[in-house]
Protein backbone atom coordinates (compact mmCIF):
# COMPACT_ATOMS: atom_id res chain seq x y z
CA UNK A 1 0.00 0.00 0.00
CA UNK A 2 1.18 3.20 -0.60
CA UNK A 3 1.63 5.80 1.87
CA UNK A 4 0.11 9.27 1.16
CA UNK A 5 2.37 12.35 1.97
CA UNK A 6 1.19 16.17 2.86
CA UNK A 7 0.64 18.53 5.30
CA UNK A 8 -2.70 18.15 7.93
CA UNK A 9 -4.99 20.51 8.20
CA UNK A 10 -3.95 21.46 11.73
CA UNK A 11 -0.06 21.38 10.23
CA UNK A 12 -0.96 24.14 8.00
CA UNK A 13 -3.33 26.21 10.39
CA UNK A 14 0.13 26.48 13.30
CA UNK A 15 1.78 27.60 10.02
CA UNK A 16 -0.99 29.90 9.26
CA UNK A 17 -1.00 31.28 12.98
CA UNK A 18 3.01 31.69 13.02
CA UNK A 19 3.42 33.75 10.35
CA UNK A 20 0.33 35.89 12.01
CA UNK A 21 2.23 36.17 14.79
CA UNK A 22 5.34 37.39 13.01
CA UNK A 23 3.45 39.86 11.24
CA UNK A 24 2.51 41.69 14.10
CA UNK A 25 5.53 41.46 15.91
CA UNK A 26 7.60 42.93 12.28
CA UNK A 27 4.60 44.99 11.23
CA UNK A 28 5.34 48.17 13.24
CA UNK A 29 8.78 48.23 12.03
CA UNK A 30 7.64 49.36 8.86
CA UNK A 31 4.75 51.48 9.49
CA UNK A 32 7.07 54.32 10.37
CA UNK A 33 8.14 55.02 6.71
CA UNK A 34 6.82 58.74 6.64
CA UNK A 35 8.82 60.12 9.00
CA UNK A 36 11.80 57.97 7.58
CA UNK A 37 10.90 59.94 4.08
CA UNK A 38 10.48 63.18 5.89
CA UNK A 39 13.71 63.23 7.31
CA UNK A 40 15.30 62.19 4.71
CA UNK A 41 13.97 64.60 2.10
CA UNK A 42 15.03 67.24 4.67
CA UNK A 43 18.61 66.08 5.08
CA UNK A 44 18.75 66.02 1.08
CA UNK A 45 17.76 69.79 1.53
CA UNK A 46 20.41 70.62 3.64
CA UNK A 47 22.62 69.25 0.99
CA UNK A 48 21.20 70.95 -1.71
CA UNK A 49 21.26 74.31 0.50
CA UNK A 50 24.79 73.58 1.18
CA UNK A 51 25.53 72.82 -2.25
CA UNK A 52 24.09 76.39 -3.88
CA UNK A 53 25.65 78.11 -0.78
CA UNK A 54 29.28 76.95 -2.15
CA UNK A 55 28.40 77.65 -6.01
CA UNK A 56 27.30 80.65 -5.18
CA UNK A 57 29.95 81.63 -2.98
CA UNK A 58 32.30 80.12 -5.72
CA UNK A 59 30.57 82.59 -8.08
CA UNK A 60 30.83 85.67 -6.16
CA UNK A 61 34.95 84.68 -5.87
CA UNK A 62 34.97 84.62 -9.80
CA UNK A 63 33.38 87.93 -10.18
CA UNK A 64 35.20 89.75 -7.22
CA UNK A 65 32.09 90.67 -5.31
CA UNK A 66 32.74 88.66 -2.15
CA UNK A 67 33.99 91.27 -0.11
CA UNK A 68 30.45 93.19 -1.06
CA UNK A 69 26.84 93.76 0.80
CA UNK A 70 24.72 93.77 -0.81
CA UNK A 71 25.81 92.41 -4.11
CA UNK A 72 24.15 89.92 -6.69
CA UNK A 73 25.12 86.94 -8.35
CA UNK A 74 23.46 85.33 -11.64
CA UNK A 75 22.71 81.64 -11.73
CA UNK A 76 20.69 79.18 -13.70
CA UNK A 77 17.63 79.68 -11.28
CA UNK A 78 17.85 83.47 -11.64
CA UNK A 79 19.41 86.78 -9.62
CA UNK A 80 20.61 85.71 -6.38
CA UNK A 81 20.70 88.42 -3.95
CA UNK A 82 24.25 88.16 -1.56
CA UNK A 83 25.86 89.19 1.49
CA UNK A 84 29.67 88.60 1.74
CA UNK A 85 29.71 86.19 -1.14
CA UNK A 86 27.13 84.00 0.36
CA UNK A 87 22.72 84.18 -0.71
CA UNK A 88 21.15 86.13 1.78
CA UNK A 89 18.49 84.31 3.89
CA UNK A 90 15.76 87.16 2.63
CA UNK A 91 13.74 86.46 -0.26
CA UNK A 92 15.50 85.92 -3.84
CA UNK A 93 18.45 84.61 -1.94
CA UNK A 94 19.02 81.03 -0.93
CA UNK A 95 15.56 80.08 -2.13
CA UNK A 96 16.51 80.93 -5.16
CA UNK A 97 19.96 79.23 -5.16
CA UNK A 98 19.08 75.96 -4.04
CA UNK A 99 15.86 75.83 -6.01
CA UNK A 100 13.75 74.08 -3.46
CA UNK A 101 10.55 74.43 -5.14
CA UNK A 102 6.77 74.67 -4.36
CA UNK A 103 7.29 71.52 -2.18
CA UNK A 104 9.37 73.16 0.49
CA UNK A 105 7.80 75.76 3.03
CA UNK A 106 9.93 78.90 3.92
CA UNK A 107 9.61 80.41 7.40
CA UNK A 108 11.21 82.47 10.13
CA UNK A 109 11.60 82.22 13.37
CA UNK A 110 8.31 83.29 14.32
CA UNK A 111 6.84 80.45 12.19
CA UNK A 112 5.25 82.81 9.89
CA UNK A 113 5.83 82.98 6.03
CA UNK A 114 8.88 84.93 5.43
CA UNK A 115 8.09 88.16 3.50
CA UNK A 116 11.44 90.22 4.76
CA UNK A 117 14.82 90.41 4.71
CA UNK A 118 16.09 88.25 7.78
CA UNK A 119 19.16 86.75 8.66
CA UNK A 120 17.78 83.16 8.99
CA UNK A 121 15.35 81.67 7.16
CA UNK A 122 13.81 77.83 7.89
CA UNK A 123 12.50 75.59 4.80
CA UNK A 124 10.30 72.66 6.06
CA UNK A 125 8.02 70.19 3.91
CA UNK A 126 5.23 71.32 2.69
CA UNK A 127 2.45 70.80 5.30
CA UNK A 128 4.69 70.79 8.22
CA UNK A 129 4.64 73.67 10.86
CA UNK A 130 8.01 73.34 12.24
CA UNK A 131 7.76 74.88 16.14
CA UNK A 132 10.67 77.52 16.59
CA UNK A 133 9.25 79.23 19.41
CA UNK A 134 8.54 76.19 22.40
CA UNK A 135 11.63 74.81 21.84
CA UNK A 136 9.86 71.54 20.63
CA UNK A 137 11.35 69.44 18.40
CA UNK A 138 11.14 70.34 14.79
CA UNK A 139 11.37 69.21 10.98
CA UNK A 140 13.56 71.66 9.43
CA UNK A 141 16.41 73.03 7.76
CA UNK A 142 18.22 76.53 9.03
CA UNK A 143 19.83 78.83 7.17
CA UNK A 144 21.93 81.50 8.34
CA UNK A 145 23.49 83.89 6.33
CA UNK A 146 26.77 85.54 6.55
CA UNK A 147 27.26 88.21 9.11
CA UNK A 148 30.57 89.89 8.16
CA UNK A 149 33.50 88.69 5.76
CA UNK A 150 35.12 86.28 8.45
CA UNK A 151 31.64 84.62 9.35
CA UNK A 152 30.45 82.36 6.49
CA UNK A 153 26.84 81.30 6.41
CA UNK A 154 25.61 78.03 7.52
CA UNK A 155 23.43 75.11 7.38
CA UNK A 156 22.14 73.48 10.04
CA UNK A 157 19.24 70.64 10.13
CA UNK A 158 16.73 69.39 12.31
CA UNK A 159 14.98 66.29 12.23
CA UNK A 160 13.73 65.14 15.58
CA UNK A 161 10.50 66.08 14.64
CA UNK A 162 10.20 64.27 11.52
Same mark, same amino acid.
Given at each position: ????? &?????????????????????????????????????? &???????????????????? &????? @??????????????????????? &????????????????????????? @??????????????????????????????????????????????
Amino acid at each position: MKRQQ &GFTLIELIIVIVVLGILAVTAAPQFINFSSDARESTVK &GAQASIQGAMQLVYARSLVN &GTEDD @SPATVTTEGGTVTTSYGYPDADV &GGIDVAAGLGSDWSRYDSTTTPVTA @SVAEAAFAPAGVTPDFTSGNDSCHVLYTEAADEDTPATVAVNTAGC
